[in-house]
Structures are given as C-alpha cells and as structure tokens.
C-alpha cells in the first residue's frame, strides 16, 4: 500500500525493457524492469510533447502522445479511463514542454516484440528550468544504477545480500538481480554514453561545439572526439531553412529543405547529417512523415 | 497426536456442514500434516476448499507461541499479555479516516506487535492476559505482526494465566551495548550506546499507569543527525554536554523514532570538544526519502524532491468548528451539518526519486506559496463561484516543481508523511552540477 516512487530515467533505458514482474500483496503491482535494473511502476517524465494524435475513434478517444529526452521518444497513451489526462492532451499544442507522471506499461502483440509506454495519471505543461532539471536528475539516476551495475557483474554469485552489503539500496539491489537474470551481462558502455550525452545536453560548450557528426546514443564509446566548428554553420543554415519552410505551421516539407539547401552549396549528404544532429538534439523534429518542424 | 488433533477435526466437519465423516477428515489432516509436511492452517484450509467449503467459516485456530509465529497465518490462536495499548486514526486509500487500536503484545517466548483493524467487544489495558482466536499474521517491516479482524474474537482470562511480563523496563540487559550513529536508529533497536551532544532537554510531567513521573526530554546530536530523546530517571542533563550513553533503546513517539534510557542506562560524560559545537550540528540533515522509509520517519530533517501531484483536499477548506476536521459537502463526519471556518492548506506527494512521501503545508506555508492571504482566496472562489480556482491556482504554481522542505517526518501503515515547517521552491544550478558529472564521468573512463 506504500505509494510506489517515480522513477526518472531516460527513454532510451526504458524502452530497452522486455520485463516485466508483479510484486507481492493482495493487488500486487507490476513492474516494468529496464537492463540497469529499474524496477519501474511509476515514471516521472519531463521532455518536449512533439505531437498528440487521436489514435482512437471520436466517440472513444485515446490520446497518443510523444515526449521526447535527448536520449529518444516516450509514448504515452490516455483513453476513457484517465479522464483528466486525455483533456489536458486534447489540448495542448505540441511542440511543448511537459511533465508526465504515470504509470509503466509494457505491451507485446508477438513473442519478441514488445513496446513500452506510459499511461499518465497527470500531465502538465512546465518550462525549460523544469526540463533541464529533469535530466539532471535522469543523469543521477542513470549514474546510480550504473555504479550498482558495474559491481554486479563483478559479482560471483550475484546476490541481493551481496549488494546490500556494498551499499546499494534495497529497491535498486532487487532490481538489479532480476535484470541480471533475465538480461544477461549488458554492455554498460552504451550507457555510459547515454550518462554523457544526457549531461553534454545540458551544457551549452557542447551544443555549441556539436556538429553533425555527433554520434547517436547508441555509439559505445563515451569519449567522443571534438567536431570541427565548420559543420554547425551548416546546421544553424538547416535551421533556418526549415523555419523559413514552415509556413503553415505543419513542418517544412523535405522536398523543400533539400531544394532550398543544395540552391546554399549544402550536399544532400550534410543535409542528412545536419538534420540527424538537430533531431538529436531535440532542435526539432517530425510532427509527420516527410516533414522537419524547429522546436 | 490424535487427541490433540481432535478439536480441528471436528472444526473441518462443521465447516463442511457434517457432509464428509470425521474419519475421513481425520485420514485427510494426517495425510497432508505427515505426507506432505504442510502447516496445520493451510491442511485445514485446504481440506475445507477441497470439499467446496468456506475456509473463512472454521473457528477454531492453531494455538502458538508467540516466538514461532510467521507472516501469512491465515488463523492463529494466542494467550498473551497486553504489553502496550494505544489508539492512533489511520485513513485507508479511499475511506474514511478510523480509529484503530494497536500496540504489543507478550508472552514467555517474545513480544510482537498488534493491531486491531475493528473495534474490539472491551477495552484493552496494559497487563491484561487475553486469549485471541482466528487472529491473523503479515510481515511489517521485516518483522510478524499480528491483526485482529473482524473473525477474530479476544476474550480476557486471569492475570495468572500467564506470568508477568518482564521486559523493557526494569530487566537488565544481556551483554555490551552495540554503538550506533545518530543516522542508523532504528525503531526497536535496544541496548545501543551512543555519543552524541545534548542540545536542549526539559523536564515534563507525564503520567504512567497513573502515576505521575518526571520524564526529561529534548534533543542531542552526533555528526550524523540528531534525534529527540527521553530519560526516564534524572541524570542531571544539561544542554551542551557531550555524553556516551550505553544501555538505551529506540522507540517511536507519534510516528518518529526517537532515543530512550532508564535507570538501565550508563551515562558517562565526556570532553565537550569531542563533538562539533551546537550550533554545527543543530541543522536540519538532507535526507533521501528511501532512508525515512527504512528508519520509520525522522525529526527535523530537509528533504528535496518534486510535488508530482496535489492530493484530494488542498486549496481553500471549510474546516469543522468542534474538531478541526475538514468538512466534506459542508458536512462534518462526527459533527454533522456546521458553520465551517476556512483554512488554506496543501496535501501533496512529494517525490525525490528514492520514495515519495505525503506532504502537509498549513495556511502561512499556503499563503506564502501563493503570494495570497486566506481573506484573497475566499474572495476569488466566491467570484468563480468553486474553491477549484484555488486548487487550480496552487497546482499551477507547485505540481513539477522541484522543492526543498523541512519539517517532522511521521510513518505509520499507509506510509510517511511530513508536516513542512519551511519550504523553498529550487533553483538548482543545473550546468555546474552536470558539469561536475561529467568530469567525473569523463576522468574515469
């Protein structure tokens, strides 16, 4: 009956998990558990709601929306039964900043394939100050569980007691044993590059340096070498081109971007690249298919 | 064997309406108790189910001792001897808020603690010898508890029907006192040894047992946190000194663990250097709510998290004129309908990613996350005709946000809860801070 905590941790962790557990007790609650080993019943989120669509029928709405970190995308779902979450959805217009609490939810149409998401108790929109501080915390939390981890697998037999015993807290520690169990040994270095990425998005050296060759978080090694300070003309050029595109506000067409860039000397190569790094970065993004909208 | 079997099986053919013969019955309780090697409450459980009865309807449960009792008897008898009673309210997820009693109970074998989920046929005391039946156990925090529900029945028995219990006070204890940091107090942890300073301690009156005696209370400290305390017996406390005391116990008081010692207790009084002066260590700790959890609540400690939601009741209330209740539909649940008086308050979970607690803000708190008087918000909810605004008003400004609040943290059934005595909205440093990470993370790779 102990209010269960939420959880802060990255899209790309979350949606990494295929696990899922009950707890004991009469409604036993379930867990969605990543590879780090968070044991996830509630989530606490906060990130740019990039597009909600009703993915449902007009008599019976289910709002889908996408919340995207400087890791990757969550996807939150609000029909009938969370009431006030599906009115606060149905009207907000994207790209905004929100915060989402709600609760874990793993789905598997096929054995092998599974999606997780979220299904929110409450959704707000919040500022910038609330997001950066977010990943912050997202980064804490990551570190803590990868700390936990690295001493887990150098563990033989790996045991809860064992990990108690070095300090790890009792709601990590038992995670962490049936992450390992179920998961295997995963390589830490993918998110030790996520740690990273996540901290380098907060600081404004990097955003600055970033160019398009910045790697996406799934390059294994954290170290990165420093980009060159010539390509990110060529993004803030993209940039430009996309908002100068975007004329009736439903993103500029990529038809248009390329036409408009390879006219500015840009190789449909660097265009790629450029637009790869600016999605990174969460500068913009693809409200639908074909088309870049600035955030 | 057989004789002492005899009573439950009899039970078992009640339960199933006398439809299956005693010999049967006696046949299947061997079988599960012999081969199969399961307790008696669950072989009697199961024979009921087997034979499409209702295991709620036997009566007659097992007797034990109190030291070999484990969570998730369903049906435990037991003679035992009230050691503590004492009432407290509980408010269970969606009900109403009721009086419960709870406290704990002894026998030769051990103590345990109880609680009693309905009211009881006749008024508990300290030193009464009941027999309970059909009682239940379940594991809280790591240790059995046992709970009267509705099918248990307690009748009281002679005083002489078990001997007098000797425990927490008076009996000396077995062996040298474990040393303990101010920050490891545990709630049931005895003969402990702690070195701390004393930072303030007044004598009070209390009555025990209906006699008054003199309890000196107060506060004392080690670097790792402080904690409320009180002797029972007069040591000549005075504040500032730095004491080791071996020989005390922890005991929660209105939720919150803190640190006694009696005349068992050896008080030695060391250098006043030994420790940071007063001042340094009368703050507030920081805390992850995780370790309030595990040490059942704390005193004055600071905790940072988000309000991640507002709880039913906040905003403007309408509180009752008699008890202070809030008033639900005007009406009052002792006092019926009445004139309320209104009060701003906040009831909201704040979590810091570690656990998440209940936090209470009362009105000067309110008002001044608001920037807004109570006469301010009766008049915009009589405009808006809905109290909603003011709800509406302090969603807006707190749920997300981060927020660093001081105040008493108290534990009970349904979890922690704190009564804020200051709160700061946060203003974190968020580049420095990951900055910092990051060379962290960059050295050591």
Redesign the interface.
Known sequence: ????????LFASEYNDANLETEGGGERPPSYVVTPLGAKVNRV?V?GVITDVENVGTDGQPMWRARVSDPTGTFHVYAGQYQPEAAAILSKLRPPVFG?V?GKSRIYSPQAGTTYTSIRP??I?A?DE??R??W???A???L?RRLDAMTEAQKMDPLTKEGLRKIGV???IADGIVQAVNHYGKVDLSRY?AM??EG??Y???EYRESAGPGEPAPEVKA??KEEPSSEPDETETKVLEIIAALDKDGKGAPWEGILETATSKAISKDSLEESINALLDKGLIYEPILGRMKKI | MREELAPHVHDITRALGNKVSEQEIERELSSYLNVYRVSLDTAKRSIVKKHGGNPATLAVGVSKALADLVPGDQSVNLLVRVVAVYEKEVTP?GQETKKILSGILGDPTATVGFTAWEPLPMVLAKGDVVRVQNAYTKEYRGQVQVNFGNRTSVAKEASTALPEYKGAAGQPYMGKPTPVRVVDLREGASNISVTARILSVERREVEVDGAPKAVFSGVLADETGKTQFSAWKDFDLKAEEVLRIEGAYVKSWRGIPQISFDERATITRLKADLLPPAQQLNISPRMW??DL??RGGGADVTVRG?L??LREGSGLVYRCPECRRVLRKGACRLHGEVKGEPDLRVKA?L?D????LTAVFDRELTEALLDKSLEACIAAAKEAMSTDVVRDEL?DIL????IEARGNVTSD???LMMIVESAKL?K?D??T???E??EG??GS?
Not at chain 2, 353 to 356: D, H, I, K, L, V
């Open positions: 009956m102990i209010r269960e905590v939420a959880w802060r606490f906060v915060a609490v108790e409450a707000k919040v100050t609330v950066d501080f990943i912050l915390e980064c804490r939390s570190q807290k009792e709601a030790t740690l990273a901290l380098r907060l600081l404004p954290p170290a | 997820q709510i995780e959890a595990e988000i991640i939601d979970v979590d990613g570690s656990g998440a969603a749920v997300a946000q981060p059934d349904y979890g946060l974190v968020v580049q801070e990951a900055r990470m990051l993370l960059e790779a």
